[in-house]
């Protein structure tokens, strides 16, 4: 919308977190945009999340950020321990690395002769709206244009249909415990790559366990909420909760 002078004024760029186990879609979509934007787009990364958090488990490194993967007691002795674990990869794959780039920028525009005050797009539309939040620096504003444009998700979609566009596909690590069943169900069916990867991943989370975390868990680890290896989970077969819009911040899943 920027682009077409919809939304004013033109912001100086756009900054991907990547937390490299995106959907394949989502990226051929972002090589897309950066074809069509008038700005620069910047990729970051802090790593492969997927990569780190089984090499925790196994004790190669210390700890990595924890995705809110659900657990369930093994021993007796762990009773009581079951639920979700602490959700820490928004914060340390997407947030933090946004926030470094910018600062970057920012000191850059200061070197310059620029003020290093941030205005900070993000792209959450109205019903996601109690998902706003402050930026928690003083250098940085955050302002939701689709929000001010009283813009539902479907009006989004229907602006891009005007213009010629491809629905954009939802932003999310492939084996993201806040997945709805009716979002597995569509994997299973029309991405059986991406159904492999997350079933093999979620089958790691128990096989390839050595160590606790430094953080301590207790109980063996799931993707899906059943608390059933993700290949044995029943999808579709009973009421469909999408846990984004309760639980994840702005940065992911937009």
């Not at 990547?18 to 700005?39: C, G, I, S």
Request: charged content about 25%.
């Amino acid at each position: 919308m920027a682009a077409h002078g919809e939304i004013t004024p033109l912001p100086e760029c756009a900054i991907f977190a990547d937390t490299q186990n995106e959907p394949m879609a989502v990226m051929r979509h972002l090589d897309a945009l950066e074809k069509l934007l008038p700005f620069p787009v910047y990729r970051v990364t802090a790593g492969d999340l997927r990569k780190d958090f089984l090499d925790a488990l196994m004790g190669l490194t210390p700890r990595c950020a924890s995705p809110p993967f659900f657990t369930h007691p093994e021993l007796p002795s762990d009773a009581g321990v079951g639920g979700m674990l602490w959700r820490e990869c928004t914060k340390e794959y997407k947030l933090q690395p946004i926030r470094r780039k910018i600062r970057e920028l920012a000191d850059e525009a200061v070197k310059r002769g620029v003020s290093g005050l941030v205005r900070q797009w993000i792209g959450i539309s109205l019903d996601e709206a109690h998902r706003m939040r402050p930026s928690g620096v003083k250098y940085i504003t955050n302002h939701y244009p689709l929000v001010n444009l009283r813009m539902t998700r479907g009006d989004c979609l229907a602006w891009m249909r005007h213009h010629g566009y491809p629905a954009p596909p939802k932003s999310a690590c492939f084996f993201c415990p806040y997945t709805s069943d009716d979002r597995w169900l569509d994997i299973k069916r029309n991405r059986p790559e991406e159904w492999t990867r997350a079933i093999g991943f979620d089958d790691a989370l128990r096989t390839q366990r050595v160590t606790k975390l430094a953080a301590g868990i207790k109980g063996e680890i799931f993707v899906h909420r059943s608390m059933k290896p993700l290949r044995d989970a029943e999808l579709g077969d009973t009421e469909t909760i999408d846990m984004f819009g309760n639980e994840c911040e702005g940065m992911c899943g937009l």
